[in-house]
C-alpha cells in the first residue's frame, strides 16, 4: 500500500499485567478553586459544583482541563455528578458525557440529543460535533428515531475525521437499562477504568462493569498517547441540571513482562471494517521493501498473508506492532500484542506451542504464512485488530 501522503500514527502497544496508577494528574474535591479546567458554551463553575448546562432548554457546554493527559498505557477516572431540576419533554434531558478528544480545549457539540460532542439533530440546528472523540455517554432521554434502548442507559460513541461527521454517530457499545436511575436527584458516583484495550464504567457500588467493550483510542491520542479529558453536556426541549461535583483523573504506571512496542504505523487507522472496537483491516496488504517485506496481517484471517519463500529460508520479523483480540468474551485477557500473553498456549490453539495472541508462522509449499495464534475452536472472523511487522528472509 503506498504510504506517500499518508499520516504516520505513533502507537505504543503493550500488554498489562498490573497497571498501579500514578499519583493523580487531575484532582478536584470540589470546584472551588477550578485552576486548569476550560468552560465553554453553556457550561459554568457555581460555587463548588462545575454545572455543565443548567435546568433550560436547548443548552450545550463543555468542561476540559487545559492539559492533555497520557491515556496510552492506561487511566482510571472517577467523578460524582447529580441531575437536578428535570422539567419538560420526558421530565429530563438530554444526559452528559465523559469525552476523550484531540480537537483541543474549546471543543463543543450540539444541543439535544447530541450531548454536547456529538453533531446535532435535525430540528436542533447545524451544530458541529467533536471529531476525534469518544465518549461514555449518560443518556437520560430515549430518543427513538437515534434507536435508544431507553431513557437510562450509557453507551460509547465515537467520531472520527472532520469528514466522517454524521447524525447519528457510531456507537460501539451501549447498555439497555440502568438499575441506577441517573436522573433521580442523588448524587451519583461513576468510575470509569482503561486496561487496554478495554473501556469499563461502574457505577455507585457496582463490582462487575456496567458496560464494557474493546475500544481503540488511536483516533483521539497525538504521537505521545495523549489527550484532552472533560465532560459534555446538552438539553433541548426537556432538560435538567448536569453537575459534577468532584473529580479525578489517573493515568497509569504500567509494569509488564512483555515488551513495550513504540513505533510508526503506516497503515491508515480509519480504513476499517466497520462495526469493530479495533480498527481491522479488512484485507492483509504485502509490499516488498529494501530488507524484504512490509506485512500488515489482520486478526480474523487465518493464515491469512503469506510471502514467497521457495528455499525454505528463516524468514526474520522485525519492528512487529499492533493489538489484536482474539476472545472478546475476556475483556484485556482475551486480547495482546505480538508476543502473546503466556509462554505456552496448548492444545486447540493454531500454535500449541506459542503464546495466546502472538504472532506466529510457518513454511510450506514455497512459502512463509503468518496468523495471530487463536483459540482454533472459537470464530476467527469475529477477532479484531491487526500486527504491522517487516519481514527478511535469512
Known sequence: MPTSGLP????????????PLAHAAIRFVDFASADGIK????????????????AHRSRSGAAWFREKQAIGSGFQTTFQFQLTE?????????????VLQNSGASALGGRGSAGGFAVASPGQGSQRGIPWSIAVFFDTFRNREEGDP????????????????????ARPASTRHLRVHLKDNKVHTARIAFVPPVLAVYLDDSIKPNLQAVVDLSIVVDREGSTWVG????????????????????SAKVFSNASVVSSDITYLLWSCLPNRGLCTPERAIVEPNATGYHVVLPA???????????????????NPHGIVCWDLTA???????????STN?????????????????????????????????????DNEGFFEFDVELK
Open 8 to 19: 504516520v500514527m505513533r502507537a505504543a502497544i503493550l500488554l498489562l499485567t498490573t497497571i
Open 231 to 250: 465532560f459534555t453536556a446538552s438539553t433541548g426541549e426537556g432538560y435538567e441540571n448536569h453537575d459534577i461535583l468532584n473529580w479525578s483523573f489517573d
Open 345 to 381: 498456549a496448548g492444545a486447540g490453539f493454531v500454535d500449541p506451542r506459542a503464546p495466546a495472541g502472538a504472532l506466529v508462522q510457518r513454511t510450506r509449499d514455497g512459502r512463509t504464512e503468518f496468523s495471530v495464534n487463536h483459540h482454533i475452536t472459537g470464530s476467527v472472523k
Open 86 to 98: 428535570n422539567g419538560g419533554l420526558g421530565n429530563g434531558a438530554d444526559g452528559f458525557a465523559f
Open 331 to 341: 475483556g484485556a485477557d482475551g486480547c495482546s500484542g505480538p508476543s502473546g500473553i
Open 150 to 169: 431507553s431513557a437510562n442507559y450509557i453507551a460509547f460513541r465515537t467520531y472520527g475525521k472532520p469528514t466522517e461527521m454524521r447524525w447519528p454517530e
Open 39 to 54: 468552560t465553554v458554551g453553556d457550561a459554568k463553575i457555581l460555587g463548588h459544583v462545575l454545572r455543565l448546562t443548567p
Open 300 to 318: 480474523h484471517l487465518e493464515w491469512g498473508v503469506s510471502i514467497p519463500n521457495p528455499s525454505g529460508r528463516t524468514a526474520a520479523v522485525n
